[in-house]
């Protein structure tokens, strides 16, 4: 058999030019046309000759091709920091066609379209022992809102991973928790600024939620995709694991647990958590092992991402999960099947909240760019009081956009959630922070920094200070209101922190200019503190935009 050898003759390569977008800009061009044509026409003779002999000619396209639909004549997508829609697909930010996302409506005015369901005052029992006893601790004048608008300070890439999820410390107002996608916790006195700590042994994947013990101020339990629970002395760091449900470690993905929503009921001294298979368990935190047997309260196969006791009756648990669904249950008798109410959405439900002070109001956020809001359990619950479209769908490397209740307003109005779709900010593309009015669906504020450039969508309100704390990819910010009668001033350099960072890389990087979802392993020693590497760059102003 003779031996293979490379053919002399390779197949033609014709590239076809978008004709509209390249033009002739000089004479010379002009006096080079004649000879293109005469070498097209060789060009075409010539491949008619590869046909005939069983070679086809490749061709490569220099057109402008979609990249979101596929097809050619049209671009979609980041523009510098404009966002081009499709034109084959709906609006990006209210789903439905007719318009782009630049002239959604929606986006010009967050209460467009905004009308309360219609809700059958049915003077029910319920309905009755609410108006007597709660209603009097609600003032009827809404306050007004105090709104944390510029960033007092910051620490930078703090973790090594993006920031999963905050809590405030209960007692300390000047301490705030953080966990990230490697399972780290981290304590930060955002007072103090420098004084900060990483435990880097709690958990080995990912922090999806924490909270206090209401027994010990000094106390946290978290829920990890690592299927554990754990007990975490906050000045220590020392970790006790709770519950375990991948006790033989990794076997595949078939039987590995996660766990992901997770709550206290402090009358039943119970932690409530729930895993990617629609399972609820509960642990006792008297003697620290789990009780019972695990309960199905979503679709078998889908994550149940969010639990919340109801503040005034704790026996009430709202949870949220895959299977497009929020669902309220009765602690007492929960069982498969015994949902008092199955509240529906379109997409995912990333999140759902039981109003802070009456408990009456739910707030849910879904992935269908919807902010649902139920104005009273006791009513009519078919279908919500009232829908709000926000920018909050996202793909990957993200954390889950959730809206959350202001604790401190007692009108139980205002809610937080980052914002997705960017701005255009003097040519930076900047995701606000957003305040709404979830009873008339307004926006009250905006807030950004020109510093900030990456999503943030972990946001956290204090529950006792004019504070907003928020993680934006692996930095940690907090938010203070700017004084009406000071202007604007220049963020003190000494009060941000840049921990585990290349002094080359820094003067080329904003402070939150790096991915969402950032690959590095450097992991953060226990206990070791960070010292800031002080700049040379200017100081830069700040920059709100609040609507009223």
């Known amino acids: 058999m003779p031996p293979e050898t490379r053919r002399r003759a390779f197949p033609k390569v014709v590239i076809e030019r978008d004709t509209d977008s390249e033009q002739s800009s000089s004479e010379e061009e002009e006096e080079d046309d004649e000879p293109a044509v005469l070498a097209e026409s060789e060009s075409e003779e010539k491949a008619e000759e590869p046909k005939n002999k069983g070679k086809a000619p490749i061709t490569i396209s220099l057109k402008k091709v979609c990249k979101v639909c596929k097809k050619p004549g049209h671009e979609a997508g980041f523009k510098g920091a404009t966002y081009i829609d499709c034109p084959m697909k709906p609006c990006f930010l209210c789903k439905m066609p007719g318009h782009t996302t630049v002239t959604c409506p929606h986006r010009v005015a967050t209460e467009f379209g905004v009308v309360p369901a219609t809700h059958k005052n049915t003077r029910n029992a319920l309905e009755y022992a609410f108006e007597r006893q709660i209603r009097p601790r609600i003032p009827p004048i809404k306050p007004a809102y105090v709104i944390p608008d510029q960033v007092s ?6 973790h090594s991973r993006r920031v999963t999820c905050l809590e405030f410390h209960p007692t300390n107002n000047n301490i705030l928790l953080s966990g990230d996608k490697k399972g780290q916790l981290g304590v930060w006195d955002f007072r103090k600024v420098y004084e900060k700590v990483v435990y880097g042994n709690v958990h080995s994947c990912i922090l999806n939620n924490m909270k206090f013990s ?19 002395d906050v000045e220590t760091g020392i970790a006790l694991s709770l519950m375990n449900l991948n006790p033989d470690g990794w076997q595949g993905p078939s039987t590995w647990r996660m766990l992901y929503g997770m709550d206290i009921n402090a009358e039943k001294g119970a932690v409530l958590v729930a895993d990617n298979c629609g399972y609820l368990y509960m642990v006792d935190t008297r003697s620290n092992n789990r009780t019972g047997k695990p309960i199905l309260i979503h679709k078998k196969g889908s994550k149940v991402v969010g639990l919340h006791c109801n503040p005034v009756q704790p026996d009430l648990l709202l949870s949220c999960g895959n299977d497009h669904f929020a669902r309220i249950w009765d602690i007492r008798r929960i069982e498969d099947g015994s949902s008092i109410y199955d509240l529906a959405h379109s ?3 990333n999140s759902a909240y039981f109003s802070p002070v009456s408990g009456s109001k739910i707030l849910t956020t879904s992935q269908d760019n919807r902010l649902c809001i139920w104005d009273s359990i006791f009513g009519n619950m078919d279908s919500p009081s009232r829908e709000i479209v926000h920018s ?4 990957r490397y993200l954390t889950p956009f959730r809206a959350e209740w202001d604790p401190k307003d007692s009108s139980e109005s205002l809610a937080v959630i980052g914002r997705y779709i960017s701005e255009n900010y003097n040519g930076a593309a900047l995701h606000p922070i957003d305040f709404i009015d979830i009873s008339t669906g307004q926006l009250v504020a905006e807030i950004m920094d020109p510093n900030i450039t990456t999503i943030s969508p972990v946001n956290k309100l204090h529950p006792r200070d004019d504070v907003l704390a928020s993680g934006s ?7 203070r209101p700017k004084e009406k009668s000071e202007p604007v001033e220049h963020m003190d350099i000494g ?3 840049v921990c585990d960072i290349d002094e080359k890389k820094s003067r080329k990087r904003k402070f939150g200019g790096e991915s969402d979802d950032s690959d590095d392993d450097k992991s953060i020693p226990k206990g070791k503190q960070f010292k800031s590497q002080k700049k040379s760059q200017s100081k830069s102003n700040l920059s709100v935009k609040v609507r009223r």
């Open 495 to 497: 009060k941000i922190v």
């Open 392 to 395: 909050h769908d996202f793909n």
């Open 347 to 349: 997409r995912v439900v």
């Open 153 to 158: 300070c910051a620490v930078i890439r703090y």
């Open 473 to 479: 990819s692996r930095s940690l910010f907090i938010w």
């Open 214 to 232: 209401p027994a010990s101020d000094g106390t946290v339990y978290a829920a990890s995709s690592d299927g554990t629970v754990s007990c975490t």
